[in-house]
């Protein structure tokens, strides 16, 4: 029998540095699996359906809704964002260890359904260094900056609801990577998620 | 300010190899402490006081638990055996992580009186690797494997209370002992173990 994955709720503020340490930790680890959120929203250029969202109308989200076919979901902007059941529960039945990159809201949508769900904030040090980050990106208005700052505060709130803290350091992703996969590894360990350990144990010397 | 260590609860059948694993570790990983435990029993040939125990007389053992001096102990063949609380919450206030290798009665208490304790259980891949350790040992009478089997037998029931499972394979002593350190690292990214990031997260800021 496959062993289920973890569902691994990740969530973070802009210029936290999320995306990479995400990508660096699934290209050396394969049993990673990023879920893909379901969105109204327009593609927008080079995005691409099923790689970047599952882009779908408002009706069919809706549907999704009504079916339970999403297992959280948010509106913003007059769009609605969600993630399916079948990117979460599907892919942990086959074994991946499935990553959602959410938001603090649909986070704790995911705990209250799948308790068993392990959830991460990752961070900068320090609130200046994301400051920096922010600024050093030099796609972003003053505007937009300070925007991002104040809902990087109002995230902060959500910390303490969060299971795992992994710290970002400037130029140090690699470790931040190691620290997700290890969670990850150290999550398998636990008895709750091998409950059949005892009887595997004792029937392997009745053979 | 120092940061608290963790405090590991380590268990598992006579046969296991708990102490080569932990020894391993700690050989690697200097974070670790070793808890001396506490003993009414008369010191063997080679038995170093202070090294393998605290040799004390059944009084001042008894004056411990009067005082809260232990925060566990246990009885057997008429001597007490117990976990001085010198050698836990001060060791762990030192930010040592400290490692407890006590049976599954003393495990039990640890947990009730120090809910962010850690416990760990190690066991080889099943009953058969176990009885053949046993056997292949030769310092054991059949009677002595007989009776540690059925002792192993007994402790499997508290493997449901315990935090993680680490499987002993024959030959991978190494690789236990990197589940051992991974697993105390990834408790150290805990929020629960990081209450005031949050506030230094912020502060920094100000500087």
Redesign the interface.
Known sequence: MTKKGVLLVVSGPSGAGKGTVIRDAMERDKSFYYSVSATTRAPRAGEIDRVNYHFVTRERFEEFIRDGAVVEHTEYSQNYYGTLRSETEGKCDDGFNVILEIEVDGASQIKKKFPEAVSV?I?P????TL?NRLRSRGTNTEEDIKRRLDRAREE?KF??D?????VNYDNEVRAAAD?LI??V??EH???LR??D??A??????NN
């Open positions: 904030m961070l040090p320090d609130f200046k400051e902060m910390y303490g969060y299971d795992y803290l992994i620290e290890s969670i590894k150290c360990m636990r008895t091998n409950p350990f005892p595997e144990f004792f029937n392997l010397n």
